[in-house]
């Protein structure tokens, strides 16, 4: 009798389970019926600089949401997606002041003027940038003509490429066997003599990302090879990651150039590799955002490579 008891006892309880969910599933919301609890304001005479992430809009934060439903006027730039500005209602004003490299629609100080502009209006103003306006999106500057015309700002982050990519590609951007260190370097060559420290960038330890850089790729595989790195370090290329349009391409350091000029993708792009960083590179698709180079010590396998010949 004993031996039966638990079968039997199991059965009943299965069967109860079965009835209580039936019972209890008109009580339990759907997924379509939850409603997040968004609270705050959107102050008028306030500026928001508000990262839009990687444009998708399912990866734009709950607050940055918020502020575009509630802003008198969003100013923003190219690198923001249209499913994105399709939460600004309609009654909002919207002021496009984007760039492309060498094709500045509108001077940073008119940018800026114009959000002082608005301010002083009265209206609330989102300024809208794509990826985290804190990382290479002239925010100090944006901030500095605030604080001059004394009106008051707020940051809401974004998910800048370097994550955004990294997360649709399948690369940890960090490795604790491997890559210790993450480092994020503008490919807009702004030293005095216009020249980065490739020494101290060529390391094997760490994951070395480049923004804006989808014209200086040949310098920058060449800069890398003379600094130390192998030639057959390898390297990939993704473009409009987790959009419809994405592309990549992968090679190494030494053809990498020669690849991406007999296959050109479009700006903004994603360039990425090393030993490990290259075997999640594969897996990996990068946002619509500025060049990116990502060098990793990771190790490339043939179990990888595979992956490649999928793209």
């Not at 759907?30 to 990866?59: F, K, M, N, T």
């Not at 960038?201 to 989808?214: P, S």
Request: proline share 7%; net charge neutral; aromatic share 6%.
């Amino acid at each position: 009798m004993p031996a039966l008891s638990n079968p039997l006892l199991l059965k009943w309880f299965n069967a109860f389970m079965r009835l209580s969910h039936r019972a209890l599933a008109p009580l339990v919301p759907h997924a379509s019926d939850i409603r997040l609890p968004l609270r705050g304001e959107c102050r008028a005479g306030q500026v928001y600089l508000v990262g839009a992430g990687s444009g998708d809009a399912e990866l734009l934060t709950l607050k940055a949401a918020r502020l575009l439903m509630q802003a008198d006027a969003v100013v923003y730039d190219r690198l923001v997606g249209d499913d994105v500005l399709a939460l600004i209602p309609n009654g909002s004003e919207r002021y496009y002041v984007g760039k492309a490299r060498g094709h500045h629609s509108v001077p940073q100080a008119e940018i800026g003027a114009l959000m002082v502009k608005l301010a002083r209006e009265g209206k609330s103003v989102v300024r809208l940038k794509g990826g985290d306006p804190a990382v290479f999106a002239r925010m100090g500057e944006e901030l500095d003509a605030l604080a001059a015309a004394e009106i008051p700002a707020a940051m809401v982050p974004g998910i800048t490429a370097a994550s955004a990519a990294a997360a649709c590609m399948g690369i940890p951007l960090t490795d604790r066997g491997h890559a210790q260190q993450l480092r994020f370097v503008t490919a807009q060559l702004c030293r005095e003599d216009g020249t980065p420290d490739w020494a101290s960038l060529a390391r094997k330890d760490e994951t070395l990302v480049f923004y804006m850089g989808l014209s200086k790729v040949r310098a920058i595989c060449h800069g890398l090879r003379e600094a130390g790195l192998p030639d057959e370090w390898p390297i990939m290329l993704v473009a409009n990651a987790s959009q419809p349009e994405q592309q990549s391409l992968v090679g190494s350091l030494a053809d990498m150039p020669e690849k991406l000029a007999a296959t050109p993708l479009p700006s903004p792009l994603l360039d990425c590799g090393g030993q490990r960083g290259a075997k999640s590179c594969h897996n990996a698709r990068y946002p619509s955002h500025p060049c990116l180079l990502c060098t990793a010590n990771h190790a490339l396998t043939a179990g990888f490579a595979v992956h490649v010949l999928r793209f």
